[in-house]
């Protein structure tokens, strides 16, 4: 890499209750983050869906965590819906979900390697081997899965520190949820400037067949909640209908001010 080189320009953003969300499709996403990897650029890659808008409005060093990421990829239709009602609508809905699935793609095809960090035990492993029978080119660097309580041991982070040392991953994948995955990406980015995190979610358990994904036609929908729900009421009760829902108004309220605003402007 020329020392002297700029990395790539990354994609134009939409700002939906103070979260900087990218305009960008799932391809353009994964070959944005693999021709930055070729170049000797890292990043990082966040996915907002409600509920993550929800916890960003109520807590602002979680916010922060999206402003500082390369993309923030729209994980959700009442996102795409609300940049419309904003007058600056984004690509695609994005779900890191989705993108890894195009991103290990793209990944094998490049000689891009990539390490499965988090999920429940036994469940990296298991998404790792699946992308890997899908793409036997796909150089995968590792897979680990940290203990309960990882963040609070020292022990447990040079752990994970020397695991991607040793591994030279050049995109790790990174599942445990919000906000602990950003948390563990900001804890690390900055001693691995050259590699990208990208946070996934329960994806690890869609690709080891753990949970079942939403078809994409209910996706498009913006039925996928529904979808999870369903397998998990006991958990995301609570947080769908009695959290996420309600915080619609006032995501649609402020969509709604900011095309005013910009049209006064």
């Not at 994609?11 to 939906?16: A, I, W, Y």
């Not at 041991?153 to 030279?168: C, N, W």
């Not at 804890?187 to 691995?192: E, M, S, T």
């Not at 996706?219 to 959290?243: D, H, N, S, T, V």
Request: hydrophobic share 40%; with cysteine; charged share 25%.
């Amino acid at each position: 890499m020329n020392e002297h080189a700029a990395p790539p320009t990354p994609p134009t953003r939409v700002h939906l209750k103070g979260v900087p969300f990218s305009r960008v499709g799932e391809a353009e996403a994964a070959a944005y983050i693999v021709n930055a990897s070729k170049a000797g650029f890292g990043g990082v890659v966040l996915a907002a869906n409600t509920d993550v808008l929800r916890i960003c409005d109520e807590k602002p060093e979680v916010r922060a965590y999206f402003e500082r990421a390369t993309i923030v990829t729209p994980d959700g239709m009442p996102i795409i819906w609300a940049s419309k009602v904003q007058g600056e609508p984004l690509t695609e809905r994005l779900p890191t979900s989705n993108l890894i699935h195009t991103m290990t793609e793209a990944a094998a095809k490049a000689g891009v390697s990539v390490y499965f960090l988090g999920g429940n035990e036994g469940v990296a492993a298991a998404a790792a081997e699946r992308y890997r029978k899908l793409h036997p080119e796909l150089q995968v660097a590792g897979s680990y899965c940290p203990p309960f309580g990882y963040e609070k041991s020292d022990d447990e982070m040079t752990k994970i520190r020397d695991a991607l040392r040793d591994g030279h991953p050049d995109v790790v994948y990174v599942g445990l949820g919000v906000p602990k995955q950003e948390r563990l990406i900001e804890a690390l980015r900055d001693q691995f400037p050259k590699t990208w995190f990208m946070a996934t979610g329960i994806s690890f358990s869609y690709a080891a067949g753990e949970l079942k994904q939403a078809p994409r036609w209910l996706q498009a929908l913006g039925l996928e909640w529904f979808f999870r729900m369903c397998q998990e009421p006991r958990r995301l009760f609570k947080r769908y209908i009695l959290q996420d829902l309600p915080f619609l108004f006032p995501l649609f309220a402020s969509a709604i001010k900011s095309r005013r605003a910009r049209r006064k402007g």
